[in-house]
């Protein structure tokens, strides 16, 4: 059916376009994606994805489409990688593609996932967003301290329902911060980092659903997390990492022992601030088959910690 539309359009090249809402664009040569865009009316898609493992060039080139999506309301960009190029062609290539969302006034929800730009440069991005996403997931990503402070200063925020922040690694740690951070069980903790976001988080008056699954955060810092999201009304669930002291050993064994003990801690928390019905679930996979450990509200855990 595509094809026929496609081999339609083409045929009345300049007189027939596609509409088209929602656009996934996979691994495909880059002249093929160029052919296909010109044969849609960009600014029918409301929803886009590209899930391409390009050069930060690439993304460059692709960008100009980008801004004449002017109804976008959702965009997912993944596996974008610095290329070899000199410093200033870099800059020049991640400015091309930050700039396209002055053009995207109605944009709501940003995902970007395994983006190797964006350390030292969220807040050109952030600068560029025209209006206030309801959902930012930045997974997968280097950040630094830097980073979180525009990101809990930026008014594109104040409006989140979703943020997600799992896989994030913190770089650029300035040496106040590296006295402080602790080292449990042979994993370093960017609890000072972490907590850095934490006032921008309890301004969030929209959030319902938070998750940062993947960052290695102490127990303290999940108990400071819940003293800052208390008073957000609309927020309901949160998806946390098992804190650092629930570990066995380096090799990230769980000791189920442990976690049940302070996730009953945060549940007593929960119901003395009033707020019994938000739910908290822990998550976390098992080093030896993947599978994940979930608190709902008791732990549900894989067959490896269940007795033979």
């Known amino acids: 059916m595509l094809s026929c539309l496609l081999e339609k359009a083409k045929e009345r090249e300049g007189l027939l376009h596609l509409?088209?809402?929602k656009l996934r664009i996979f691994a495909m040569p880059m002249q093929n994606i160029k052919t296909i865009l010109k044969m849609v009316r960009l600014d029918s898609v409301q929803d886009l994805e590209v899930n391409c493992t390009w050069k930060l060039s690439t993304l460059?080139?692709?960008?100009?489409?980008?801004?004449q999506m002017r109804n976008l309301r959702?965009?997912?960009?993944?596996?974008?990688?610095?290329?070899?190029?000199?410093?200033?062609e870099k800059e020049e290539w991640v400015s091309q593609f930050t700039s396209q969302?002055?053009?995207?006034?109605?944009?709501?929800?940003?995902?970007?996932?395994?983006?190797?730009?964006l350390e030292g440069r969220l807040n050109h991005m952030?600068?560029?967003?025209?209006s206030p996403l309801e959902t930012l997931s930045i997974t997968n990503c280097l950040l630094s301290e830097l980073d979180l402070k525009h990101l809990s200063q930026s008014p594109t925020i104040c409006q989140l329902k979703d943020l997600g922040l799992?896989?994030?690694?913190?770089?650029?740690?300035?040496?106040?911060?590296?006295?402080?951070?602790?080292?449990?069980?042979?994993?370093?903790?960017v609890d000072p980092q972490f907590s850095a976001i934490l006032p921008a988080l309890s301004r969030c008056s929209q959030l319902t659903t938070f998750s940062?699954?993947?960052?290695?955060?102490?127990?303290?810092?999940?108990?400071n997390l819940l003293c800052h999201t208390i008073g957000l009304s609309k927020l309901s669930h949160v998806l946390y990492p098992a804190p650092l002291e629930s570990y066995e050993d380096?090799?990230?064994?769980?000791?189920?022992?442990?976690?049940a003990y302070l996730h009953a801690k945060l549940k007593r928390m929960l119901r003395e601030s009033g707020r019994p019905s938000m739910v908290w679930f822990s998550a976390n996979p098992c080093p030896h088959c993947g599978d994940r450990t979930f608190y709902n509200p008791e732990p549900i855990l894989c067959s490896c910690y269940m007795p033979v």
């Not at 959702?74 to 410093?87: E, W």
């Not at 969302?101 to 730009?117: A, G, K, R, T, V």
């Not at 952030?126 to 025209?130: A, E, P, S, T, V």
């Open 19 to 21: 509409c088209c809402r």
């Open 60 to 67: 460059g080139k692709f960008a100009l489409h980008l801004g």
């Open 74 to 88: 959702r965009l997912l960009v993944s596996h974008i990688h610095m290329s070899s190029c000199a410093s200033r």
């Open 101 to 117: 969302f002055l053009s995207l006034h109605h944009l709501q929800e940003l995902y970007l996932d395994s983006i190797s730009f």
């Open 126 to 130: 952030l600068r560029c967003l025209k």
């Open 166 to 189: 799992s896989g994030v690694n913190l770089t650029s740690v300035s040496m106040r911060s590296l006295q402080v951070l602790l080292d449990v069980c042979g994993l370093v903790v």
């Open 212 to 223: 940062f699954c993947g960052n290695p955060i102490s127990m303290a810092v999940l108990e």
């Open 250 to 259: 380096v090799r990230g064994t769980l000791h189920p022992g442990r976690l």
